[in-house]
């Protein structure tokens, strides 16, 4: 395998092999490219049965590629032949983390399940995402994302009072299950340290997704109270939520008694503080049309530029509302370098979607590299195993590699 040492960033000393398709599990092994790590993406050879046509393939959707498979390298494997699993086994030996997202059922019927590669390689971390779990009523039931989103609770408190369930506008279940699976794999490497020995990482799509309705599960579970959609509208404090400008919207979080009476006193409102049934948080959420309908009819008054303005300067949580463009327009967010530079080859010059995470001692590196195309790194991986190139071209001619 290629030495360790030229490779830069946080995570350059480990291996890991990704066998996961669509994106939770490519998500989760985006930090560890992103961080250094050398990432071996395995894909079904051409012409072998059973290519990806999946959600997020090469062909699908190029911008959704390129910044999802970013820093990788590809080997084409066809793992169903003995002489595929062959080639697996010598890079598991090598390797120090291996990421699925088959059904559970499947890598075991296919012999890479984590018992049986533990045994060639017990250091390995092994990571599973799935949709519903390893085992119980669903384990076998496919996981997509908006499923998730449905059965996790999110979308039956998402979107408008009576208007019927919402899907959120982005794959928050597989984003989130990947990121979770992220943090469970360099938990378990952190642990090897002191243990030498790897384990089973697993998380699913449902998991992710109850995990991420944080209080709004809190209040059913402790208080046993169901929660309901409130729109943009914070279901526990008011007024926080979304408010016309003269020109646009603005968001506005005025949590807690400070923040409400600075509100009122920015707005020129001030006699809103001590009127009756606003005195309080409690008092505010049982009238919360009431307080709504005033502090709308104050904020028409001037556009949201003169409002965040104003407003910030007393002290009060606000912010305009960007598109997509504007988003990256943004001067904090160009001062934050979210957009990372990308030479590409058929593409030019690009950028990528930028991780949310800077270390001082390891800082980004200047540009990310392509995703790569399939099977581009095949003849130099299977070389450094010991395979020749007359070998290579046999595999190759086998559908093999």
Same mark, same amino acid.
């Given at each position: 395998?290629?030495?360790?040492?030229?490779?830069?960033?946080?995570?350059?000393?480990?291996?890991?092999?990704?066998?996961?398709?669509?994106?939770?599990?490519?998500?989760?092994?985006?930090?560890?490219?992103?961080?250094?790590?050398?990432?071996?993406?395995?894909?079904?050879?051409?012409?072998?049965?059973?290519?990806?046509?999946?959600?997020?393939?090469?062909?699908?959707?190029?911008?959704?590629?390129?910044?999802?498979?970013?820093?990788?390298?590809?080997?084409?494997?066809?793992?169903?032949?003995?002489?595929?699993?062959?080639?697996?086994?010598?890079?598991?030996?090598?390797?120090?983390?291996?990421?699925?997202?088959?059904?559970?059922?499947?890598?075991?019927?296919?012999g890479i399940g984590p018992e049986a590669l533990r045994e060639i390689n017990p250091r390995l971390v092994y990571a599973s995402i799935s949709g519903f779990g390893q085992d119980g009523p669903y384990a076998r039931w496919p996981?997509?994302?908006?499923?998730?989103?449905?059965?996790?609770?999110?979308?039956?408190?998402?979107?408008?009072?009576?208007?019927?369930?919402?899907?959120?506008?982005?794959?928050?279940?597989?984003?989130?299950?990947?990121?979770?699976?992220?943090?469970?794999?360099?938990?378990?490497?952190?642990?090897?340290e002191a243990s030498g020995e790897g384990q089973w990482v697993q998380t699913s799509l449902l998991e992710a997704q109850i995990a991420m309705l944080d209080f709004q599960a809190a209040q059913w579970l402790i208080d046993k109270?169901?929660?309901?959609?409130?729109?943009? !509208?914070?279901?526990?404090?008011?007024?926080?939520?979304?408010?016309?400008?003269?020109?646009?919207?603005?968001?506005?979080?005025?949590?807690?008694?400070?923040?409400?009476?600075?509100?009122?006193?920015?707005? !020129?409102?001030?006699?809103?503080?001590?009127?009756?049934?606003?005195?309080?948080?409690?008092?505010?959420?049982?009238?919360?049309?009431?307080?709504?309908?005033?502090?709308?009819?104050?904020?028409?008054?001037?556009?949201?530029?003169?409002?965040?303005?104003?407003?910030?300067?007393?002290?009060?949580?606000?912010?305009?509302?960007?598109?997509?463009?504007?988003?990256?327009?943004?001067?904090?967010?160009?001062?934050?370098?979210?957009?990372?530079?990308?030479?590409?080859? !058929?593409?030019?010059?690009?950028?990528?979607?930028?991780?949310?995470?800077?270390?001082?001692?390891?800082?980004?590196?200047?540009?990310?590299?392509?995703?790569?195309?399939?099977?581009?790194?095949?003849?130099?991986?299977?070389?450094?195993?010991?395979?020749?190139?007359?070998?290579?071209?046999?595999?190759?001619?086998?559908?093999?590699?």
């Open positions: 395998m290629q030495d360790k040492s030229e490779r830069k960033g946080a995570l350059s000393r480990f291996t890991v092999i990704d066998t996961s398709r669509v994106r939770a599990g490519p998500t989760a092994v985006r930090v560890f490219a992103d961080m250094g790590a050398r990432v071996i993406k395995l894909e079904i050879p051409p012409g072998a049965p059973g290519g990806d046509d999946m959600i997020g393939g090469r062909d699908h959707n190029r911008a959704d590629y390129e910044n999802l498979h970013r820093n990788k390298e590809s080997l084409t494997l066809n793992m169903k032949s003995p002489e595929g699993l062959a080639i697996l086994h010598e890079l598991v030996r090598r390797a120090d983390v291996f990421i699925e997202n088959f059904r559970p059922d499947v890598k075991d019927r296919l996981g997509f994302d908006s499923i998730a989103q449905g059965m996790g609770g999110l979308m039956s408190v998402t979107g408008k009072p009576g208007e019927g369930p919402m899907r959120v506008g982005i794959p928050i279940a597989d984003l989130c299950a990947g990121h979770f699976c992220a943090m469970g794999i360099l938990t378990a490497l952190l642990e090897r109270k169901v929660p309901v959609q409130s729109g943009n !509208e914070h279901p526990l404090t008011v007024p926080t939520g979304v408010f016309a400008t003269k020109d646009g919207y603005l968001n506005i979080a005025a949590i807690g008694q400070t923040m409400w009476t600075r509100l009122c006193e920015a707005l !020129e409102v001030s006699h809103l503080v001590t009127e009756p049934g606003l005195g309080t948080d409690p008092e505010r959420v049982q009238n919360r049309a009431r307080v709504n309908a005033a502090i709308g009819e104050a904020l028409l008054g001037r556009t949201t530029a003169q409002w965040t303005e104003r407003l910030l300067k007393a002290g009060v949580p606000c912010g305009p509302i960007h598109n997509i463009d504007q988003v990256f327009a943004d001067p904090q967010v160009r001062h934050l370098a979210m957009a990372w530079p990308m030479a590409h080859p !058929e593409l030019g010059d690009i950028s990528l979607v930028g991780q949310p995470i800077r270390l001082s001692r390891h800082p980004r590196e200047a540009q990310a590299r392509p995703a790569p195309e399939q099977g581009c790194d095949t003849q130099a991986i299977l070389a450094e195993l010991g395979y020749s190139e007359q070998r290579i071209e046999a595999l190759r001619a086998g559908f093999i590699v």
